[in-house]
T-cell receptor
């Protein structure tokens, strides 16, 4: 069973740039959620994708966008980066309808915005 | 307002000592409760969850938690801590088992273990 993998693990960008983060979901999982975890904070829900469509969104501006592909992998795109976007971005996969509530997390992509 | 409070930002215990991490929540409906652990350089891993039934739930790595509705608490316990338990621990609550996108997370408790 392959777990959730994320890339890149670390990256540095400057203000105003754009970034794309990638996530491969755990085998058999059809739902992907993205979280932002700032230093010293708990995860903050960005959005969730199911069947290639956004299935719920947290309190994040439109410059945070995403995609889910037919193989259930996903991308998180952030445009016009701001200093406050510096954080660990976590991807979590789950099985819709599985009714366990469990999220399976990747190790995250740490983004630093200078 | 819905919220999760983990009152202890940082806890240090000696290896072999018992551990209790506190979690208090404010939630309008019957909550579904979770504890996740985040080890350095790793993603979050589910330790245990409570949906219904027996209020004392067992999890992985020897952890257990007790749901106390009257106190709005879901404290995590372990009778004997191992050095490998040093990590960040997060409590989360949600409206139902399948709606994981609406989880509300605490700020976490950082656990250090002295040899």
């Amino acid at each position: 069973e392959t777990g959730v993998t994320q890339s890149p693990t670390h990256l540095i960008k400057t203000r105003g740039q754009q970034v794309t983060l990638r996530c491969s979901s755990q085998s058999g999982h059809n739902t992907v959620s993205w979280y932002q975890q700032a230093l010293g904070q708990g995860p903050q829900f960005i959005f969730q994708y199911y069947r290639e469509e956004e299935n719920g969104r947290g309190n994040f501006p439109p410059r945070f966008s995403g995609l889910q592909f037919p193989n259930y992998s996903s991308e998180l795109n952030v445009n016009a980066l701001e200093l406050d976007d510096s954080a660990l971005y976590l991807c979590a996969s789950s099985l819709a309808g599985g009714n366990t509530g469990e999220l399976f997390f990747g190790e995250g992509s740490r983004l630093t915005v200078l | 307002a819905q919220s999760v409070t983990q009152p202890d930002i940082h806890i240090t215990v000696s290896e072999g000592a018992s551990l209790e991490l506190r979690c208090n929540y404010s939630y309008g409906a019957t909550p579904y409760l979770f504890w996740y652990v985040q080890s350095p350089g790793q993603g979050l891993q589910l330790l245990l969850k409570y949906f219904s039934g027996d209020t004392l739930v067992q999890g992985i790595k020897g952890f257990e938690a007790e749901f106390k509705r009257s106190q709005s608490s879901f404290n995590l316990r372990k009778p004997s801590v191992h050095w490998s338990d040093a990590a960040e621990y997060f409590c989360a609550v949600g409206p139902n088992a399948g709606n994981n996108r609406k989880l509300i997370w605490g700020l976490g408790t950082s656990l250090a273990v002295n040899p």
